[in-house]
């Protein structure tokens, strides 16, 4: 995932310390879960298999380098390795598209619709200069597993069949079906996995529940207005749109050049979409949705800003669009991301390219942001090819009839105590969940991790690093979830205490 802290999708949170607490009773049902739950305590020999297997994975360099480039060898590698130390999961396991892996967990009551968990094992390229340790090693310092992968999102991956592996040995009979799908090529586009794997599913029939994938985390020490850690689960993605723009002109000598050459006709243009950004969606999707449920929560005085949009919120909007980060919230983002053009020093250049990423934002469409990027430009000279394009996925619901949210609140509320702050919010990276979007109405993006503002840029980049603590908690976090699922879906009145 593209640097994983852009899907926490704070918005206007980072800007004005936006916050609710979630009071929902949660689902009903617990009655019909296992009469015998097993609890979540491990020995300490289970607690050092975990973090083992967790290096052990870590030392594979499962690197996607490019779409169709990436180390076969290692990707094959990890699946082996994932045979020999999770063994009881192998229960139903498929591969896919040669390195993507699909478990199926049958459970005993087929009247419950599935679900599935959804992960991947590559990991972006990792240059060992400026690592504290080589970024391969898997290496424990001070209470923390070094290396690349550790947070995206082998952690997860690895999380999810440790959790089962536990459940497995201990007996567990789950009630309602679920898959695993392990995606090899998410980092570069997810085709030939989570695609694969989605393709695979729906020839077969299968209809989802609910999807868990990455993308949210606990958020802690983000808002300085903050003072305790909160939950924000993604139920949402941006869309994109990538545009190569062309300008085609007879070369020539640079002794004579024209008035304009190909190269000043481009960067003209280029510079407007830069000027110009796309609307302020401010008060449009999930964004709106999370202010609407927490504005009565804000500390005053933002509370009474929150409560007043009608008045304020020209204010809030202009507000959020001073940081890169709530500004990507709030609007489809434009980003020039390559240019090519140029032969020689003395020759006019016959074609000049460039490449623009649109992140389209869940108001609007591919199409829209074409058509405004071709007014907005405004030169017949300049070409507009779309080299690929996908809308933003939709909005997936957060109330008290979500089972997948509520799942994720109630675990979370088991397993983080401390944690009493769960909102929705909207992802502005890509992830493999858009390929399900055709399983499932219900596709929400956590992490039950604690991210801190020092850990931002250890994505895809330098020292990426899990605590050991906070990893056993994640296989905890898993090891409830799965139980949990098997409830009946009883919802109940959302509550708000006021």
């Given at each position: ?113 599935p ?102 985390f606990i958020l ?44 000043g ?31 009565s ?14 008045l ?64 907005i ?80 840029h ?6 990426e ?22 409830a ?5 009145p ?5």
């Amino acid at each position: 995932m593209a640097r994983p802290y852009v899907c926490t999708a704070m918005a206007a949170l980072l800007l004005l310390g936006v916050a609710a607490v979630s009071t929902s009773k949660g689902l009903k049902g617990k009655e019909h879960q296992r009469a015998s739950r097993i609890p979540s305590q491990f020995s300490q020999e289970e607690r050092v298999t975990m973090k083992e297997t967790l290096k052990g994975a870590i030392q594979i360099p499962t690197v996607s380098f490019n779409p169709g480039e990436f180390n076969r060898t290692a990707l094959a590698e990890f699946g082996e390795y994932m045979y020999k130390v999770f063994r009881t999961s192998f229960i139903q396991h498929e591969v896919v598209g040669e390195y993507s892996h699909l478990f199926t967990i049958q459970g005993s009551d087929p009247r419950l619709l599935p679900y599935m968990l959804v992960s991947h094992i590559d990991v972006v390229p990792a240059p060992d200069q400026g690592w504290e340790v080589p970024p391969f090693s898997g290496l424990e310092r001070d209470g923390f597993i070094y290396g690349r992968g550790t947070l995206d999102n082998k952690n997860a991956a690895m999380a999810i069949l440790q959790a089962l592996e536990l459940l497995l040995i201990r007996n567990y009979i789950p009630r309602r079906s679920f898959y695993i799908a392990l995606g090899h090529d998410e980092e570069v586009s997810g085709a030939g996995g989570a695609q694969k794997i989605s393709a695979l599913l729906q020839a077969r029939g299968v209809q989802l529940t609910f999807i868990v994938d990455e993308g949210g985390f606990i958020l802690d020490d983000l808002i300085p207005s903050i003072k305790k850690p909160f939950a924000m689960v993604s139920v949402s993605e941006k869309g994109a749109l990538n545009l190569m723009l062309q300008v085609n002109m007879t070369p020539g000598h640079s002794a004579a050049p024209p008035k304009e050459t190909s190269i000043g006709i481009l960067a003209a243009a280029v510079s407007r979409l830069e000027q110009t950004p796309m609307p302020n969606m401010f008060g449009s999707g999930p964004l709106a949705m999370t202010l609407q449920q927490l504005a009565s929560e804000f500390p005053f005085p933002t509370n009474i800003v929150m409560n007043n949009l009608w008045l304020f919120g020209p204010f809030v909007s202009r507000s959020l669009e001073r940081s890169p980060l709530t500004n990507a919230v709030v609007r489809t983002t434009t980003a020039v991301t390559v240019f090519h053009a140029g032969v020689k020093d003395n020759v006019i250049p016959p074609v000049a390219q460039a490449t623009v990423n649109f992140r389209i934002h869940p108001a609007q469409t591919c199409q829209e942001v074409l058509k405004l990027a071709k007014n907005i430009v405004a030169d017949d000279r300049v070409q507009f090819h779309v080299l690929d394009a996908f809308d933003p996925l939709p909005v997936s619901p957060s109330d008290d009839q979500a089972l997948g949210y509520q799942l994720i609140r109630q675990t979370l509320q088991s397993v983080f105590p401390e944690v009493n702050i769960i909102v929705p919010g909207i992802c502005i990276g890509i992830t493999d969940s858009r390929y399900y979007s055709n399983l499932t109405t219900g596709i929400y993006r956590f992490n039950p991790i604690y991210l801190q503002p020092q850990d931002l840029h250890s994505f895809h980049g330098i020292n990426e690093k899990i605590s050991v603590q906070g990893y056993e908690t994640q296989v905890k976090f898993m090891f409830e979830f799965l139980q949990n699922a098997d409830a009946d879906q009883k919802p109940v009145p959302h509550l708000h205490e006021l």
